[in-house]
């Protein structure tokens, strides 16, 4: 008897150490290059941007970036699942799009343009003191993505968003 309480103890144990590793596996994050590929932002672009490599991700949110010099233009992605915005900012994915709007309104000086037909929701926000940077917010079905750009056109970014939007 004492030995099969302690088979089962130890069974016990050993599925609840395993429990977090099998979740953290369905719940596992999107990657930023599942988000936008390297090879989307060049269709984007219209130039070969060079991948700084520095893909982070913590917790479930992820962000990259690239660049190409001469002139200097940049793209920034950064990306929160929708669980990450419930669980880190306590609100939907519509309200913390609307907060990041706002912000980029407030840090940026410019005023929203709402696009049309990318993703659930996608607003554009153009720098009132940075000629060329803009910021864009898109609401995905499954997160919110902020893509912070410099030194491209509004039509680039506009593709940039729509690669973005597009699971």
Not at 41 to 64: I, L
Request: aromatic share 4%; with cysteine.
């Amino acid at each position: 008897m004492e030995v099969s309480a302690i088979s089962k103890a130890m069974v016990l144990a050993l599925v609840c150490l395993a429990l977090p590793a099998a979740a953290a596996a369905q719940g596992k994050p999107l990657t930023c290059s599942a988000i936008i590929t390297n090879d989307e932002v060049v269709k984007a672009v219209g130039v070969k941007m060079d991948d700084t490599g520095d893909e982070t991700v913590r917790g479930r949110s992820t962000e990259c970036s690239w660049m190409v010099r001469g002139p200097l233009r940049t793209v920034f992605v950064s990306f929160e699942d929708v669980a990450a915005v419930k669980e880190i900012h306590e609100m939907t994915a519509e309200k913390y799009f609307e907060l990041l709007v706002a912000n980029a309104e407030e840090t940026r000086k410019g005023k929203r343009a709402m696009l049309a037909g990318i993703g659930r929701n996608a607003a554009l926000v153009v720098s009132g003191y940075d000629k060329g940077a803009f910021q864009v917010i898109v609401q995905r079905p499954d997160g919110v993505a902020s893509i912070v750009t410099m030194g491209l056109s509004k039509a680039q970014v506009t593709e940039v968003a729509k690669a973005v939007a597009t699971p």
